[in-house]
């Protein structure tokens, strides 16, 4: 049998709402049923990232880091999106 490799729709939202705590960015996550790998993909970060920062891991200072923490709402976007 082949498999298909379909990719996931992208959600119309694929961030976390700005301002939140590594534990409200989860629960939001978890209440939306996201999976963290399939945000972590439609935002190019590698998924370890966010689970390190949801964690309490990682602060999210730089690189991935900082970008991953404002996918989940931990930091304010720089540049918002038009």
């Given at each position: 049998m082949k498999r298909r490799n379909n990719p996931v729709a992208r959600p119309p939202t694929t961030r976390v709402p700005y301002p939140q705590t590594p534990e409200r960015a989860h629960a939001w996550i978890k209440a939306h049923g996201i999976a963290v790998a399939d945000l972590?993909?439609?935002n190019n970060l590698p998924r370890l990232v966010l689970v390190d920062l949801l964690r309490g891991r990682l602060r999210g200072h730089r690189g991935q880091a900082h970008r991953a923490a404002i996918v989940l709402g931990l930091k304010p976007d720089p540049e918002?999106?038009?």
């Open positions: 972590a993909r439609w918002p999106m038009a």
